[in-house]
């Protein structure tokens, strides 16, 4: 580590940010010794807001029909390939009174874009399942929707939406979406989330194709400055049947190192050790965990459709990913230090 790297990281540690510029250094010039200074006062951090907790949540994957055409997403409209499917109200519901005996108290519905999910439908849903389970949050990962239903939404009993950002640049994110979809839209959905009170969930893939280095300090720049109670990265991890099928995976260890900072720079957020860190590596929930992640968020979808909602090539929906093991994942992270705990 240079006098230069030494500066930046006592820097990013007592003030929790950093210029555009230096975030590039400090990812670019990382060594060894940066990476473990950053993780061990990620992990310090960490234990100052949550202890050795670690937050449950039981993802139910509500529909992988999508009007979007996203080039990484092994679920986008192009994808004649994928078996589309679509929970009820009822399969939803019933998924959720398996989490709720698991101990899960917070719901994450997740899908594609699909219009089946009117506001009508969604109101419904989520009052059902505020009243069924009062003391429990309800967090929508549905995309984005205009103003006026992410207010319904909200008024309805919805906690939490995370919306990832995907990509900070403008012009990567055009690299990344079909020209209907746009980086102003995104934002706006997510400054009007946070506005409207919802906790909100930003994040972005490391390893997306054509992603600089430049592209990631933005990402950094931004939650520095948006300040998100959610973050969800990731590596990126290809899929067959899309156009991103030829690019290589994400690097599991600039994801734990990234999970570092961003643990820094946003020392509440409410930080996963996704899916995706976990499909790379064996123990990549456990290194995530170890980088300053906080959250897990085991699969509740029903057996029948796990399979269907492949994202990318491998995805886990099995073992410790899978919520009907949550004691495989309990005693995996008190094997670190951890402990599982039943908070929404
Ligand atoms: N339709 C919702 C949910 C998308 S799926 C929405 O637009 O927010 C949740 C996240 O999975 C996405 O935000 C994306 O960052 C991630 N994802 C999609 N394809 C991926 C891939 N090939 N590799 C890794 N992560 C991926």
New binding site residues.
Partial sequence: MDNYMNELVYKLMDSRKLETEEYIYLIRYRDHDTEELLREHAVKVRKENYGNEVLIRGLIEVSNI?KNDCL???IRKSNWRTERYRLSEKEILSAAETGYRLGFKTFVL????DAWYTDERLEKLIRQLKKRYPDCAVTL???ERGRESFERLRAAGADRYL??H?TADREHYRKLHPQEMSFEHRMECLMALKELGFQTGA?F?VGSPFQTTENLARDLKFLEEFQPEMCGI??????HDTPFSGYSAGSVELTCFLLSVIRIICPKVLLPATT?LGTLDPEGREKGILSGANVVMPNLSPANVRGKYL??DGKLATGAESAENLLNLKRRMEKIGYVVVEKK
């Fill in positions: 999508c990484y997403c092994g997740q899908g594609g874009e990962s549905l995309g919306l990832r995907e994040g893939m990731g590596p990126f991890i290809p899929h995706a994202l990318y």
